[in-house]
Protein backbone atom coordinates (compact mmCIF):
# COMPACT_ATOMS: atom_id res chain seq x y z
CA UNK A 1 0.00 0.00 0.00
CA UNK A 2 1.31 3.49 -1.05
CA UNK A 3 0.21 6.12 0.76
CA UNK A 4 1.07 9.89 -0.18
CA UNK A 5 0.39 12.84 2.15
CA UNK A 6 0.69 16.56 2.34
CA UNK A 7 3.43 16.06 4.81
CA UNK A 8 5.33 13.50 6.93
CA UNK A 9 7.08 13.67 10.39
CA UNK A 10 10.06 11.59 9.92
CA UNK A 11 12.95 11.13 12.34
CA UNK A 12 14.63 13.62 10.25
CA UNK A 13 12.26 16.64 10.20
CA UNK A 14 9.02 17.01 8.45
CA UNK A 15 8.80 16.10 5.03
CA UNK A 16 6.60 18.05 2.32
CA UNK A 17 4.56 16.12 -0.24
CA UNK A 18 5.56 12.71 1.07
CA UNK A 19 4.35 8.85 0.49
CA UNK A 20 4.77 5.75 2.82
CA UNK A 21 5.06 2.20 1.69
CA UNK A 22 3.57 -0.46 3.37
CA UNK A 23 4.45 -4.17 2.66
CA UNK A 24 2.51 -6.19 5.31
CA UNK A 25 2.85 -5.34 8.38
CA UNK A 26 5.76 -3.11 7.96
CA UNK A 27 7.15 0.51 6.37
CA UNK A 28 9.77 -0.72 3.71
CA UNK A 29 9.84 3.06 2.40
CA UNK A 30 9.02 6.97 3.49
CA UNK A 31 10.02 9.98 2.62
CA UNK A 32 9.77 12.58 -0.99
CA UNK A 33 6.55 11.39 -2.78
CA UNK A 34 8.94 11.33 -5.67
CA UNK A 35 11.16 8.83 -4.31
CA UNK A 36 8.75 6.10 -2.71
CA UNK A 37 6.67 6.09 -5.77
CA UNK A 38 9.61 5.27 -7.47
CA UNK A 39 9.59 2.22 -5.40
CA UNK A 40 6.03 1.04 -5.37
CA UNK A 41 4.82 -2.07 -7.45
CA UNK A 42 2.51 -0.97 -10.35
CA UNK A 43 -1.18 -1.54 -9.02
CA UNK A 44 -0.23 -1.13 -5.58
CA UNK A 45 -3.09 0.19 -3.85
CA UNK A 46 -3.06 3.84 -3.12
CA UNK A 47 -4.47 6.55 -0.48
CA UNK A 48 -4.23 9.97 -0.54
CA UNK A 49 -4.43 12.80 1.16
CA UNK A 50 -2.47 16.20 -0.28
CA UNK A 51 -3.65 18.50 2.75
CA UNK A 52 -2.85 16.21 6.08
CA UNK A 53 -0.26 14.85 8.02
CA UNK A 54 1.24 11.35 8.50
CA UNK A 55 2.35 10.67 11.58
CA UNK A 56 3.58 7.70 14.06
CA UNK A 57 0.89 6.30 15.94
CA UNK A 58 -0.13 7.62 19.32
CA UNK A 59 1.61 5.57 22.35
CA UNK A 60 0.05 5.52 25.79
CA UNK A 61 2.30 4.12 28.29
CA UNK A 62 0.00 3.40 31.36
CA UNK A 63 -3.38 2.26 30.61
CA UNK A 64 -5.46 -0.44 32.93
CA UNK A 65 -8.19 -1.64 30.75
CA UNK A 66 -9.98 -3.56 33.26
CA UNK A 67 -11.43 -0.51 34.76
CA UNK A 68 -13.81 1.30 33.31
CA UNK A 69 -12.99 4.80 34.05
CA UNK A 70 -16.03 5.73 36.08
CA UNK A 71 -16.89 7.46 39.00
CA UNK A 72 -17.10 3.95 40.75
CA UNK A 73 -14.04 2.06 39.21
CA UNK A 74 -14.09 -0.33 41.77
CA UNK A 75 -17.28 -0.95 42.27
CA UNK A 76 -18.17 -2.43 38.48
CA UNK A 77 -14.39 -4.22 38.57
CA UNK A 78 -15.73 -5.88 41.39
CA UNK A 79 -19.28 -6.61 39.65
CA UNK A 80 -18.03 -8.21 36.58
CA UNK A 81 -16.62 -12.10 36.32
CA UNK A 82 -13.51 -12.49 33.90
CA UNK A 83 -16.09 -12.93 30.75
CA UNK A 84 -17.23 -10.08 31.67
CA UNK A 85 -14.54 -7.96 32.16
CA UNK A 86 -12.75 -9.44 29.58
CA UNK A 87 -15.55 -8.15 26.56
CA UNK A 88 -15.66 -4.83 28.38
CA UNK A 89 -11.83 -4.52 28.09
CA UNK A 90 -11.72 -5.45 24.53
CA UNK A 91 -14.34 -2.31 23.78
CA UNK A 92 -11.94 -0.02 25.46
CA UNK A 93 -9.09 -1.30 23.35
CA UNK A 94 -11.25 -0.49 20.21
CA UNK A 95 -12.02 2.60 21.97
CA UNK A 96 -7.71 3.44 22.38
CA UNK A 97 -7.34 2.30 18.38
CA UNK A 98 -10.05 4.55 17.00
CA UNK A 99 -8.28 7.46 18.98
CA UNK A 100 -5.04 7.00 17.19
CA UNK A 101 -3.51 4.88 20.00
CA UNK A 102 -1.97 1.99 18.39
CA UNK A 103 0.24 0.93 20.75
CA UNK A 104 -0.33 1.05 25.22
CA UNK A 105 1.42 -0.61 28.14
CA UNK A 106 -1.34 -2.00 30.53
CA UNK A 107 0.26 -2.04 33.88
CA UNK A 108 -1.79 -4.13 36.03
CA UNK A 109 -5.06 -6.56 35.72
CA UNK A 110 -6.91 -9.32 36.84
CA UNK A 111 -5.98 -12.78 35.67
CA UNK A 112 -3.90 -12.01 33.17
CA UNK A 113 -6.80 -11.51 31.24
CA UNK A 114 -4.73 -8.18 29.06
CA UNK A 115 -2.09 -10.81 28.15
CA UNK A 116 -4.70 -12.49 27.04
CA UNK A 117 -6.34 -10.15 25.14
CA UNK A 118 -2.93 -9.00 23.40
CA UNK A 119 -2.32 -12.27 22.18
CA UNK A 120 -5.33 -11.80 20.38
CA UNK A 121 -4.75 -8.72 18.62
CA UNK A 122 -1.34 -9.85 17.75
CA UNK A 123 -3.12 -12.92 16.23
CA UNK A 124 -5.40 -10.00 14.68
CA UNK A 125 -8.21 -12.35 16.33
CA UNK A 126 -9.44 -9.44 18.01
CA UNK A 127 -9.30 -5.03 17.25
CA UNK A 128 -7.14 -2.92 19.16
CA UNK A 129 -3.94 -1.81 19.80
CA UNK A 130 -0.05 -3.52 20.63
CA UNK A 131 -0.58 -3.72 24.27
CA UNK A 132 2.88 -4.61 26.34
CA UNK A 133 1.48 -6.16 29.54
CA UNK A 134 2.54 -5.80 32.89
CA UNK A 135 0.12 -8.90 34.08
CA UNK A 136 -0.19 -8.79 37.80
CA UNK A 137 0.94 -6.19 39.73
CA UNK A 138 3.65 -6.66 42.77
CA UNK A 139 2.20 -5.14 46.34
CA UNK A 140 2.53 -5.61 49.62
CA UNK A 141 -0.70 -7.77 51.07
CA UNK A 142 -3.46 -5.20 51.91
CA UNK A 143 -1.01 -2.65 49.77
CA UNK A 144 -2.22 -0.38 46.96
CA UNK A 145 -4.68 -2.40 44.32
CA UNK A 146 -4.57 -5.48 46.57
CA UNK A 147 -7.59 -6.25 44.84
CA UNK A 148 -5.48 -7.74 41.47
CA UNK A 149 -3.95 -10.87 42.86
CA UNK A 150 -0.36 -9.68 43.79
CA UNK A 151 -0.33 -9.70 47.13
CA UNK A 152 3.21 -10.98 48.57
CA UNK A 153 5.11 -10.90 51.78
CA UNK A 154 8.63 -11.20 51.94
CA UNK A 155 11.60 -11.26 49.23
CA UNK A 156 10.71 -14.61 48.36
CA UNK A 157 7.44 -13.89 47.05
CA UNK A 158 7.98 -11.10 45.39
CA UNK A 159 10.48 -13.14 43.57
CA UNK A 160 8.11 -16.00 42.93
CA UNK A 161 5.35 -13.69 41.28
CA UNK A 162 8.11 -11.86 39.27
CA UNK A 163 9.07 -15.71 37.55
CA UNK A 164 4.83 -16.55 37.67
CA UNK A 165 4.60 -13.02 35.46
CA UNK A 166 7.55 -13.53 32.84
CA UNK A 167 6.12 -17.23 32.71
CA UNK A 168 2.73 -16.15 31.40
CA UNK A 169 3.97 -13.91 28.99
CA UNK A 170 4.42 -10.28 30.70
CA UNK A 171 6.65 -7.80 29.00
CA UNK A 172 6.91 -5.87 31.77
CA UNK A 173 7.11 -6.07 35.70
CA UNK A 174 4.46 -3.99 37.56
CA UNK A 175 5.46 -2.70 40.87
CA UNK A 176 3.59 -0.56 43.65
CA UNK A 177 6.62 1.12 45.86
CA UNK A 178 3.71 3.64 47.25
CA UNK A 179 0.08 3.58 47.87
CA UNK A 180 -2.41 4.64 46.26
CA UNK A 181 -5.64 6.82 45.88
CA UNK A 182 -7.57 3.63 44.66
CA UNK A 183 -7.31 1.84 46.91
CA UNK A 184 -9.25 2.87 50.40
CA UNK A 185 -8.18 2.25 53.70
CA UNK A 186 -4.85 0.90 52.23
CA UNK A 187 -1.39 2.93 52.05
CA UNK A 188 -1.20 6.68 51.18
CA UNK A 189 -0.26 7.59 47.93
CA UNK A 190 3.45 9.04 49.88
CA UNK A 191 3.31 5.92 51.78
CA UNK A 192 6.42 3.54 51.05
CA UNK A 193 5.41 0.40 50.69
CA UNK A 194 8.69 -1.93 50.23
CA UNK A 195 12.12 -1.62 51.78
CA UNK A 196 14.95 -1.14 49.30
CA UNK A 197 16.25 -4.54 49.86
CA UNK A 198 12.78 -5.87 48.50
CA UNK A 199 12.38 -3.56 46.01
CA UNK A 200 16.16 -4.04 45.04
CA UNK A 201 15.51 -8.11 44.96
CA UNK A 202 12.20 -7.56 42.56
CA UNK A 203 14.35 -5.61 39.96
CA UNK A 204 17.03 -8.72 40.21
CA UNK A 205 14.73 -11.38 39.36
CA UNK A 206 12.72 -9.04 36.53
CA UNK A 207 16.03 -7.96 35.00
CA UNK A 208 17.63 -11.67 35.15
CA UNK A 209 14.09 -13.04 33.15
CA UNK A 210 14.81 -9.60 30.79
CA UNK A 211 11.80 -8.07 31.80
CA UNK A 212 11.94 -4.31 32.66
CA UNK A 213 10.52 -2.76 36.03
CA UNK A 214 7.84 -0.17 35.67
CA UNK A 215 7.19 1.65 39.53
CA UNK A 216 4.16 2.93 40.73
CA UNK A 217 5.78 5.68 43.19
CA UNK A 218 3.83 9.15 44.05
CA UNK A 219 5.53 9.58 47.57
CA UNK A 220 9.14 11.24 47.11
CA UNK A 221 10.50 8.45 49.74
CA UNK A 222 9.35 5.47 47.19
CA UNK A 223 11.05 7.40 44.61
CA UNK A 224 13.78 7.80 45.99
CA UNK A 225 13.83 3.62 46.73
CA UNK A 226 12.50 3.20 43.01
CA UNK A 227 15.75 5.25 41.76
CA UNK A 228 18.16 3.17 44.10
CA UNK A 229 16.75 -0.09 43.17
CA UNK A 230 17.58 0.63 39.45
CA UNK A 231 13.84 0.41 38.33
CA UNK A 232 13.33 1.25 34.39
CA UNK A 233 10.36 3.76 34.53
CA UNK A 234 8.61 5.77 37.23
CA UNK A 235 4.74 5.99 36.78
CA UNK A 236 3.13 9.30 38.22
CA UNK A 237 6.48 10.53 40.10
CA UNK A 238 4.41 13.43 41.98
CA UNK A 239 7.13 13.78 44.55
CA UNK A 240 4.37 13.68 47.40
CA UNK A 241 5.17 13.96 51.16
CA UNK A 242 2.77 13.83 54.08
CA UNK A 243 3.09 17.68 54.14
CA UNK A 244 2.96 18.26 50.27
CA UNK A 245 5.08 18.01 47.06
CA UNK A 246 8.69 18.32 47.64
CA UNK A 247 10.84 17.57 44.42
CA UNK A 248 14.52 16.40 45.79
CA UNK A 249 17.24 17.48 42.86
CA UNK A 250 19.77 14.87 44.07
CA UNK A 251 16.98 11.60 43.25
CA UNK A 252 16.52 13.92 40.19
CA UNK A 253 19.94 14.04 39.17
CA UNK A 254 20.44 10.25 39.37
CA UNK A 255 16.94 9.99 37.16
CA UNK A 256 18.50 11.80 34.58
CA UNK A 257 22.20 10.17 35.02
CA UNK A 258 20.94 6.69 35.03
CA UNK A 259 18.09 7.36 31.82
CA UNK A 260 15.54 6.46 33.87
CA UNK A 261 11.83 7.38 32.10
CA UNK A 262 9.84 9.08 34.41
CA UNK A 263 5.63 8.55 33.27
CA UNK A 264 3.81 11.41 34.66
CA UNK A 265 -0.08 9.95 33.81
CA UNK A 266 -1.24 13.09 33.28
CA UNK A 267 -5.40 12.73 33.18
CA UNK A 268 -7.21 13.97 29.78
CA UNK A 269 -9.02 15.97 32.24
CA UNK A 270 -5.70 18.19 33.81
CA UNK A 271 -7.73 21.21 34.32
CA UNK A 272 -9.97 20.09 37.00
CA UNK A 273 -7.16 19.13 39.19
CA UNK A 274 -6.89 23.05 40.85
CA UNK A 275 -10.73 21.53 41.67
CA UNK A 276 -9.41 18.49 43.02
CA UNK A 277 -6.15 18.93 44.97
CA UNK A 278 -6.86 22.44 45.70
CA UNK A 279 -4.68 25.19 43.64
CA UNK A 280 -1.52 25.22 45.20
CA UNK A 281 -0.93 21.66 45.07
CA UNK A 282 -1.72 21.60 41.38
CA UNK A 283 0.94 24.52 40.43
CA UNK A 284 3.22 22.06 43.04
CA UNK A 285 2.52 18.80 40.96
CA UNK A 286 2.85 21.01 37.45
CA UNK A 287 5.96 22.73 38.42
CA UNK A 288 7.45 19.31 39.42
CA UNK A 289 6.57 18.10 36.20
CA UNK A 290 8.54 21.27 34.90
CA UNK A 291 11.66 20.91 36.37
CA UNK A 292 12.06 17.44 35.75
CA UNK A 293 11.61 18.33 32.05
CA UNK A 294 14.17 21.40 31.99
CA UNK A 295 16.75 18.91 33.98
CA UNK A 296 16.62 16.55 31.37
CA UNK A 297 14.47 13.66 32.38
CA UNK A 298 12.88 11.44 29.94
CA UNK A 299 9.58 11.97 30.27
CA UNK A 300 6.90 9.93 28.32
CA UNK A 301 3.24 10.39 27.68
CA UNK A 302 0.25 8.84 29.54
CA UNK A 303 -3.21 9.07 30.65
CA UNK A 304 -3.61 6.09 33.54
CA UNK A 305 -6.94 5.40 31.30
CA UNK A 306 -9.27 3.54 33.32
CA UNK A 307 -9.07 4.98 36.76
CA UNK A 308 -11.54 7.83 37.73
CA UNK A 309 -12.74 9.89 34.76
CA UNK A 310 -9.43 9.06 32.85
CA UNK A 311 -11.13 7.92 29.83
CA UNK A 312 -9.66 6.04 26.79
CA UNK A 313 -8.98 7.80 23.96
CA UNK A 314 -7.92 10.71 25.57
CA UNK A 315 -4.08 11.03 25.09
CA UNK A 316 -4.67 14.24 22.43
CA UNK A 317 -6.17 16.08 25.81
CA UNK A 318 -3.70 14.42 27.72
CA UNK A 319 -0.93 16.46 25.65
CA UNK A 320 -2.17 19.61 25.88
CA UNK A 321 -0.88 19.58 29.51
CA UNK A 322 2.65 19.59 28.17
CA UNK A 323 1.48 22.66 25.89
CA UNK A 324 0.46 24.67 28.64
CA UNK A 325 3.49 24.49 30.96
CA UNK A 326 5.72 25.09 27.89
CA UNK A 327 6.91 22.45 26.03
CA UNK A 328 7.29 22.52 22.31
CA UNK A 329 4.99 20.78 19.94
CA UNK A 330 8.00 18.28 18.85
CA UNK A 331 8.98 17.02 22.24
CA UNK A 332 5.57 16.49 23.39
CA UNK A 333 4.74 14.37 19.81
CA UNK A 334 8.17 12.88 20.57
CA UNK A 335 6.90 12.04 24.40
CA UNK A 336 4.02 10.26 22.90
CA UNK A 337 5.73 8.01 20.26
CA UNK A 338 9.65 7.43 19.80
CA UNK A 339 10.91 8.22 23.23
CA UNK A 340 7.68 6.16 25.09
CA UNK A 341 8.61 3.33 22.45
CA UNK A 342 11.74 3.27 23.95
CA UNK A 343 10.85 3.43 27.01
CA UNK A 344 8.62 0.27 26.06
CA UNK A 345 11.58 -1.35 24.92
CA UNK A 346 9.89 -0.94 21.58
CA UNK A 347 12.25 2.05 19.66
CA UNK A 348 13.83 -0.23 17.22
CA UNK A 349 10.33 -0.96 15.46
CA UNK A 350 7.45 1.27 17.22
CA UNK A 351 7.03 5.41 16.71
CA UNK A 352 8.56 6.37 13.80
CA UNK A 353 7.97 6.69 10.62
CA UNK A 354 10.47 5.17 8.55
CA UNK A 355 11.80 1.91 6.98
CA UNK A 356 11.90 -0.97 8.99
CA UNK A 357 9.46 0.04 11.25
CA UNK A 358 5.85 -1.19 12.20
CA UNK A 359 3.09 0.57 9.76
CA UNK A 360 1.40 2.19 12.33
CA UNK A 361 0.46 5.77 11.14
CA UNK A 362 -1.87 8.62 12.02
CA UNK A 363 -3.27 10.73 8.73
CA UNK A 364 -4.24 14.06 10.48
CA UNK A 365 -5.77 17.18 9.45
CA UNK A 366 -3.49 19.67 10.12
CA UNK A 367 -0.26 19.61 11.09
CA UNK A 368 0.35 18.95 14.80
CA UNK A 369 3.87 20.12 15.09
CA UNK A 370 2.02 23.78 14.53
CA UNK A 371 -1.17 23.13 16.34
CA UNK A 372 -1.47 20.21 18.48
CA UNK A 373 -5.51 20.43 18.12
CA UNK A 374 -4.45 18.10 14.89
CA UNK A 375 -4.56 15.00 17.05
CA UNK A 376 -8.22 15.15 17.68
CA UNK A 377 -8.65 15.34 13.59
CA UNK A 378 -8.17 12.13 12.49
CA UNK A 379 -9.06 11.01 9.12
CA UNK A 380 -7.34 7.54 9.22
CA UNK A 381 -5.83 4.91 11.51
CA UNK A 382 -3.18 2.53 10.15
CA UNK A 383 -2.59 0.07 12.67
CA UNK A 384 0.42 -3.19 11.64
CA UNK A 385 -0.70 -2.28 8.08
CA UNK A 386 -4.58 -2.64 8.46
CA UNK A 387 -6.81 0.83 8.29
CA UNK A 388 -9.36 1.16 11.41
CA UNK A 389 -12.01 3.30 12.19
CA UNK A 390 -11.34 7.06 13.66
CA UNK A 391 -12.98 8.89 16.02
CA UNK A 392 -12.78 12.18 15.92
CA UNK A 393 -11.72 12.58 19.68
Request: include cysteine.
Amino acid sequence: MLITAGRILTPGGNVPDGAVLITGDTITAAGPRVQVEAQAHPGEPRLSFPDSTIMPGLIDAHVHLCFDASADVLGTFEQQDNDALYEAMGERAQQLLSAGVTTVRDLGDRDHLVLRLAGEIAQNRAVGPRIISAGTPVTPVGGHCWFLGGEVTGIEEIRALVRRNAEAGAKVIKVMETGGGLTKGGPKSHETQFSPEELTALVQEAHQAGLPVAAHAHGADGIAVAVGAGVDTLEHCTWMTAEGIELRQEVLAQIVEKGIYVCPTITPHWPMLPKVFGQERANAIFGAVCEMAEAGARLVAATDAGVQRAHFGGLASSLTCYEHLGLPPGRILEMATAEAARALGLGDRVGQVAAGYSADLLILDGNPLEDLGALRRINTVVARGMQQPAAQV
